[in-house]
């Protein structure tokens, strides 16, 4: 479980293939102080610390990751958010976070506000359900609060320190994005669609 309060960013040093998978090795400031099985929020999804050497973490992304993510985008020197999972006698600073990315967006809009960035970003309408005005949404790991929601887009604003310290001062029209909807949300659906079902 994570907050989206990014501590820190990585960069991709090498990208592997084998069989279906890929794997990723990491450098960030992050990742001397891991351990071998720790669960870390990379870009919002959660992916398990396999090895660690010098300044850098290896992790493996499986199929069923690929699909439902934009890590199958992902290439050397690439920027990537890294949260290590919260403690539970901490402070939820986000939103409860699991690490299990609904799907992804395409930033179709950046606007500067005068003091924060406004994103807007395309997605499936059959997540319009899960998204709700001022409703929490995490994009590439990050907690932020949704506005313009309509169904098949919404917006975001970005304050300079958050711009600063994650891989939005890099995100660029087009571009992908991973996407975790509000838990509460995705329970409320599900026992929505089960009643219908009766």
Request: hydrophobic share 35%.
């Amino acid at each position: 479980m994570f907050t989206g309060i990014i501590e820190c960013t990585g960069t991709i040093n090498t990208v592997d293939e084998q069989r279906s998978n890929r794997i990723f090795w990491i450098e960030s400031a992050l990742s001397g102080q891991l351990k071998v099985d720790q669960s870390l929020s990379h870009d919002g999804v959660c992916l398990t610390v396999e090895a660690i050497r010098d300044h850098g973490h290896r992790v493996t992304a499986i199929a069923e990751t690929l699909n439902k993510t934009n890590l199958q985008q992902w290439k050397a020197g690439d920027i990537v958010n890294l949260e290590r999972s919260m403690l539970l006698n901490g402070r939820v600073d986000g939103h409860l976070v699991q690490g299990h990315v609904d799907g992804t967006a395409t930033c179709i809009a950046q606007q500067d506000r005068n003091g924060s960035t406004e994103y807007t970003f395309g997605f499936d309408r059959k997540n319009a359900a899960l998204l709700i005005e001022k409703g929490s949404i995490c994009i590439n790991g990050v907690s932020l609060t949704a506005f313009h929601v309509g169904d098949d887009r919404f917006s975001v604003a970005i304050i300079p320190y958050t711009l600063e310290h994650t891989n939005f001062k890099q995100l660029e029209l087009h571009q992908t994005v991973n996407l975790e909807f509000d838990m509460l949300g995705k329970y409320v659906r599900r026992i929505v669609e089960l009643q219908g079902g009766q």
